[in-house]
């Protein structure tokens, strides 16, 4: 029988298919996947019969109309938080040129995406204090494991010490990039206190043969490390190198990375323009200082500006193509850089709609928003609620205890009122089962935060 929902299933066009594929079955194309992850049974999507795709549209449409419409920006925190795009960014990204690149291999004709890249390489590596950046990588948390695998072939050492303040679902992401190549990881608790990285325990834990320790300022919490100076001074003493990941958005009020001794940075550019999806990439953004030796394991592309043979005018080229499509697949340094371009080219032309000063702005009002939302909580919920780290300084994000309580309640109820909270951080830790990440960004006015509390307060009883 046809399959019911995809039109060209014929059987004889199917048996044509398995034939040209030298196969039996259709099982056979997901022979490499294991069994225990395979549905075995039809899956119920409670559409009753077979529907075409109109007819699947149309009850689509009439249920959403029955979803309660939540106007109200959410204070979801975690990896990605609403950011406001403006509309400048979506007509940029509109242009046929750049939708429909690809990468620009033949610089003789891709002069205007080149240059747009040039830009952005310019415009983040003056934004985390670095010298070199790439263009670009997937999203922050492969770039993340890229930087440290290029910290391993640059030192060619096999211990990677990290800050859980890079938060679960990076470290998930880090350790599945390093299985099989004889890594040891390190992880490094914060303090109860402040939400910082443990320096004490940094001090225990590097040593000679540590290629690089990582950490995150802000952290996945929102809490801002204290001692960056002093864990960059610790680092360089024992030859490792620094890593760090930050919200660019952070850079408007925090000193860039590159700064206090970062030898690479590393961010998630979903806050500059990118709005938020339902997954897929966003863009990963990897710099680092300019030594060779640094340059030449930067993985992805980088594109440079030089003069034209004759010398009049000034061309655009990739420079720097250490992907398995240019050099020797077992020197290549990345294979996941397909085309970032476009957003790249959408965090460029956000940034530039915004300048130096709209960032700093930007970030100032995202930080008097935080510290409006933990004067509200002291003040009005009197322990009922209080932040996870009592003396942390905190942007963007704030952790939120709720003790007594199952933190999931709490948000269902929430919900009821046409509020979404903070995440619930018990997804990835039982023992965070009562706290709640909420963010806070320039999209949540003071009312609406007045309204969060008042509603937390009748929640709470």
């Known amino acids: 029988m046809p399959h019911p929902w995809i039109p060209n299933s014929a059987p004889e066009i199917k048996e044509r298919m398995m034939k040209e594929l030298g196969i039996e079955s259709i099982d056979e194309l997901f022979s490499d996947i294991p069994a225990k992850y395979k549905l075995n049974r039809l899956l119920n999507v409670g559409l009753g019969r077979p529907l075409s795709e109109y007819e699947v549209k149309k009850v689509f449409k009439e249920k959403l109309g029955k979803i309660a419409k939540l106007d109200n920006a959410p204070f979801l925190g975690g990896e990605y938080c609403v950011h406001y795009v403006p509309e400048v960014v979506k007509l ?38 670095v010298e070199v950046v790439n263009a670009s990588m997937y999203d922050g948390s ?35 990039w390093l299985r099989g190549l004889d890594v040891e990881i390190s992880e490094v608790s914060l303090s109860q206190e402040d939400g910082t990285t443990s320096y004490e325990s940094l001090e225990d834990l590097v040593d000679s043969r540590t290629a690089a320790v990582v950490i995150s300022n802000p952290t996945f919490y929102g809490s801002i490390e204290r001692r960056v100076d002093d864990i960059a001074g610790l680092v360089h003493s024992r030859g490792a190198l620094f890593i760090v990941f930050s919200d660019p958005i952070s850079l408007g009020v925090l000193k860039a990375p590159g700064d206090y001794g970062a030898d690479i940075v590393v961010g998630e550019g979903q806050p500059l323009g990118l709005g938020v999806y339902y997954g897929g990439f966003t863009l990963g953004i990897l710099g680092t200082r300019r030594e060779m030796r640094f340059v030449r394991q930067l993985p992805g592309r980088l594109v440079g500006l030089a003069p034209t043979i004759g010398g009049g005018d000034r061309g655009f080229a990739l420079v720097l193509q250490t992907r398995e499509q240019h050099i020797r697949r077992e020197r290549a340094t990345s294979n996941i850089t397909t085309n970032s371009a476009l957003t790249a080219i959408a965090a460029a032309a956000y940034v530039m709609y915004m300048g130096g000063e709209g960032i700093r702005r930007l970030s100032r009002s995202i930080l008097a928003r935080t510290v409006y939302f933990l004067g509200k909580v002291r003040a009005e919920l009197k322990g009922k609620a209080l932040p996870l780290f009592a003396r942390a300084s905190y942007f963007k994000q704030v952790p939120v205890a709720f003790p007594g309580h199952d933190y999931n309640e709490v948000f269902k109820k929430l919900l009821e009122h046409g509020i979404v909270g903070g995440t ?7 023992s965070f089962n009562n706290v709640g990440l909420f963010c806070f960004t320039e999209m949540h006015s003071r009312s609406l935060i007045d309204d969060l509390v008042r509603v937390l307060k009748e929640v709470l009883g």
Request: hydrophobic content about 40%.
């Open 92 to 129: 940029v990204l509109r242009r046929d040129e750049f939708y429909t690149a690809y990468t620009p291999y033949q610089p003789e004709i891709n002069q205007g995406i080149l240059q747009a890249l040039f830009e952005y390489q310019s415009l983040m590596a003056e934004l985390y204090g």
């Open 142 to 176: 492969t770039a993340l494991a890229e930087a440290i695998r290029m910290a391993l072939r640059i030192t060619r050492r096999r211990k990677i010490v990290i800050s859980r303040g890079i938060g679960p679902l990076k470290l998930d992401v880090i350790r599945t």
């Open 424 to 430: 619930p951080l018990g997804r990835y830790d039982s």
